[in-house]
């Protein structure tokens, strides 16, 4: 089994816990994708009934729209049943790494207030402490980008502006803000460092969710594996 039927397989499990009625926070990125997907399939098939998505992001909202996802703004919501997103590094307590496709700040807002988190990922993405693979994308404001890179110093982590593709110049959220992936040697306290960084002035979000994440499923060449808080 490769990455992409796991993506698939973990996508397909993470169906099961959508019901009727329900407010569904869409994640950003490739295998949370899959999900949409399928989730407009069944929707498209009445096999779900008032099913409303809510996206983290202008490319899931996009995603949704297409898959025939209805979808609501987080103004006109009273409360969020469940989040579905992935993640670019999980370690063993559950503490993530996230941002990878730049919309880290409105996936926090929205997974945050979820009822339940659910987390989708490949066996890939398991790791023994956060930083040991991936760097933290930090969202800056634009002016002050090169101040922050420099106080990154001081938490012996360098940081490089992420730079577009198909495109000049710097990545640009849907924020109107700029990346910052920072690269630490060794992430000890993940909710020490997330409250420590956002602590930064100029500094929007980052991309440690620590204690957030409710269920991880973990596709794997064996199957989907549940690993739960």
Known sequence: MNTEEMKKLVAKEALKYIEDDMIVG???????????????KMIMNEELFDVYGLPTSY?????ALESGVPVV???EVDAIDIAVDGADEVDPHLNLIKGRGAALTMEKIIEYRAGTFLVLVDESKLVEYLGQKMPVPIEVIPAAWRVIKEELEVFNATADLRMGVKKDGPVVTDNGNFILDAKFERIEDPLDLEIELNNIPGVVENGIFADIADIVLVGTKEGVKKLER
Do not use: N, V
Request: no cysteine; aromatic share 8%.
């Open 26 to 40: 869409l994640g950003t990125g490739s295998t949370t994708a899959y999900f949409i997907k399928m989730l407009g």
């Open 59 to 63: 490319q899931a909202r996009i995603l």
């Open 73 to 75: 703004s987080l103004d």
